[in-house]
Every structure is written in structure tokens, then in C-alpha cells.
């Protein structure tokens, strides 16, 4: 079966760092996949964060990612990370990493080109 199974979020205060991560089962090779991570509030759209390519592993970040989040992998682990850092209340999100089929500059692809999704995982930042 395959599988996407974000963990690491949590709750924490403005200024605050936390590590997400994006685990595949043994069915989804991430290294040979674009990889995205989106977050979502409760009556809002879905929006790309930042994505990494299969290829050489570019990254692309969207603007409320940029300065302040990282995308990267651990090819051993099967896993991408995002490193969220200088949090807001703001960012408070379910945050979800997907499979794609694209990953570039062209942001409004992201999202409509994903092919599996996790279940999410929370964050909650408190001013």
C-alpha cells in the first residue's frame, strides 16, 4: 500500500522551530519522486510551500516559505523533511507533504499535479 505519513508538528510559541517530516512506505521511492509540502486552515485552500525535485534535488519556495522554511531529504530514510523556523501565529496550519508530478517555479502546478497525499500533521503556534 502505498503510503505518505507526515509527523513532527506540535505546539509552540511565536519564534519557534519545529522539523516535519514526510515518510514513504517501501512502495513510493521519494528519491525518484517531487516531493511538496502544503499547509491548510479549516476553510481555506491548500497552498505549496516549498517542493524538491527528483532529479538534482532543487528546491522551490513559495513566499510564505521563503527565508524561514527548508525542504530537504534523506534518500536513506526514504524521507523529506521541512524545517519550519522564526514560526508565527500565522503559520498555524495542518501542514501535508504529497507526491508530484511537478515541481518548479510555476507554484499553481504543484497542488494539481499531486499524486498521493499524507494525512497532515498539526501546528499551532502561540503568540
Known amino acids: 500500500q502505498v503510503q505518505l505519513v507526515e509527523s513532527g508538528g506540535g505546539s509552540v510559541h511565536s519564534g519557534g522551530s519545529l522539523r516535519l517530516s514526510c515518510q514513504a512506505s517501501?512502495?513510493?521511492?521519494?528519491?525518484?519522486?517531487?516531493v511538496g509540502w502544503f499547509r491548510q486552515v479549516p476553510g481555506g485552500e491548500r497552498e505549496g510551500l516549498a517542493c524538491?525535485?527528483?532529479?538534482?534535488?532543487?528546491?522551490f519556495y513559495a513566499g510564505p516559505a521563503r527565508g524561514r522554511f527548508t525542504i530537504e531529504r534523506d534518500g536513506a530514510d526514504n524521507t523529506v523533511f521541512l524545517q519550519v523556523d522564526n514560526l508565527t501565529p500565522e503559520d498555524t496550519a495542518t501542514y501535508y507533504c504529497?507526491?508530484?508530478?511537478?515541481?518548479?517555479?510555476?507554484?499553481?502546478?504543484?497542488?494539481?499535479?499531486?499524486?498521493?497525499w499524507g494525512q497532515g500533521t498539526q501546528v499551532t503556534v502561540s503568540s
Open positions: 524538491i525535485t527528483a532529479t538534482d534535488g532543487a528546491t
Open positions: 504529497a507526491s508530484l508530478n511537478f515541481c518548479g517555479v510555476l507554484l499553481n502546478l504543484w497542488k494539481s499535479s499531486a499524486e498521493y
Open positions: 517501501r512502495l513510493l521511492d521519494l528519491n525518484h519522486r517531487h
